[in-house]
């Protein structure tokens, strides 16, 4: 499975983001696809998952802020971002997991948020 991510960019405390992330390749054998984050200094962190029957999941500090979506027929999951605050600066990245048991990563996006 190949996952790109792209979306990121340079947003004011307050705003809005939204990420993508298409994959390709093995796609029959995804279990769920989900987004990290990792800020400087700090280890890589879950965000949100969302799972083949469509249910999802959030870290607390993503809770009632953002919101994971897919679209089946692109293949692609989306990360809406509101409220975005300082904290929530990061490399963002997708991974999925595999039926086998495997995880892929896409290549991270910047999400800068100026406060």
């Known amino acids: 499975v190949q996952l790109q991510a792209f979306g990121g960019g340079l947003v004011q405390a307050g705003g809005s983001l939204r990420l993508s992330c298409a994959a390709s390749g093995s796609i029959f054998s995804i279990n769920s696809m989900g987004w990290y984050r990792q800020a400087p200094g700090k280890q890589r962190e879950l965000v949100a998952y969302?799972?083949?029957?469509?249910?999802?999941n959030y870290a607390d500090s993503a809770k009632g802020r953002f919101t994971i979506s897919r679209d089946n027929a692109k293949n692609t999951i989306y990360l809406q971002m509101n409220s975005l605050k300082f904290e929530d600066t990061a490399v963002y990245y997708c991974?999925?997991?595999?039926?086998?048991?495997?995880?892929?990563w896409g290549q991270g996006t910047q999400v800068t948020v100026s406060s």
């Open positions: 991974r999925t997991l595999v039926s086998s048991g495997g995880a892929f």
């Open positions: 969302i799972l083949r029957d469509g249910s999802t």
